[in-house]
Antibody, heavy 120, light 107 residues
Framework: EVQLVQSGAAVTRPGEFLKISCEAL????????IGWVRQMPGEGLEWMGV????????TYNPSFEGQVTISADRSTNTASLQWTSPKASDSAMYYC?????????????WGQGTLVTVSS | DIQMTQSPSALSASVGDRVTITCRAS??????LNWYQQKPGTAPKLLIY???NLQSGVPSRFSGSGSGTEFTLTITSLQPEDVATYFCQQTYSLPYTFGQGTKLEIK
């Protein structure tokens, strides 16, 4: 089955390194852009950035550039989102997505979401 | 950035009703417009891509239309399982942006 499976809920303290992951199953990982979308509690959807695992080219939403790092590991078919110094305001639900070029870039596959809580 | 504005923000309709949600863009673009459905407590799901193409597995009561700066999502006969928040999105230019969402409820 084609799916994206995300790591479980994450709880961390402000300033402590945090990394969440997304495993791609059932399709050729290297051939599709994969990225992340943030949803704050009770709010809408914000595109954070995407990476092309074939060559690791990455592009970010300027609102998130410098705040997070997106990476991809072709040996494990896993994309990751990391913070070196998360803040309480980073507490949100994070979804990984697959972008389908043949559908004009639509996000045709979504992970189940990872809830991130940053609290002292 | 391209701003996407949906209307209405919330909508209540009866089972069997025809429902229309509108999405307006701050600048014109081709049909790089997508619609997503998010049911409570779940991840969003792609409904319509490229303005009018039905994603595989999505019921045919959903349809999309529009061009330029105005796009619509139509549900021809509302069903109880359609209770959700609907988002439009442009993938024409970076950064990709979403509308604020339309919350659809059953009367």
């Amino acid at each position: 089955e084609v799916q994206l499976v995300q790591s479980g809920a994450a709880v961390t303290r402000p300033g402590e390194f945090l990394k969440i992951s997304c495993e791609a199953l059932g399709y050729s990982f290297a051939k599709y852009w994969i990225g992340w979308v943030r949803q704050m509690p009770g709010e809408g959807l914000e595109w954070m950035g995407v990476i092309y695992p074939g060559d690791s080219f990455t592009t970010y939403n300027p609102s998130f550039e410098g705040q997070v790092t997106i990476s991809a590991d072709r040996s494990t078919n896993t994309a990751s989102l990391q913070w070196t110094s998360p803040k309480a305001s980073d507490s949100a639900m994070y979804y990984c997505i697959r972008q389908e070029g043949l559908k004009l870039g639509a996000f045709d596959l979504w992970g189940q979401g990872t809830l991130v809580t940053v609290s002292s | 950035d391209i701003q996407m504005t949906q209307s209405p923000s919330a909508l209540s309709a009866s089972v069997g009703d025809r429902v229309t949600i509108t999405c307006r863009a701050s600048q014109t673009f081709n049909n790089y417009l997508n619609w997503y459905q998010q049911k409570p407590g779940t991840a969003p799901k792609l409904l319509i891509y490229a303005a009018s193409n039905l994603q595989s597995g999505v019921p045919s009561r959903f349809s999309g239309s529009g061009s330029g700066t105005e796009f619509t999502l139509t549900i021809t006969s509302l069903q109880p399982e359609d209770v959700a928040t609907y988002f439009c999105q442009q993938t024409y230019s970076l950064p990709y942006t979403f509308g604020q969402g339309t919350k659809l409820e059953i009367k």
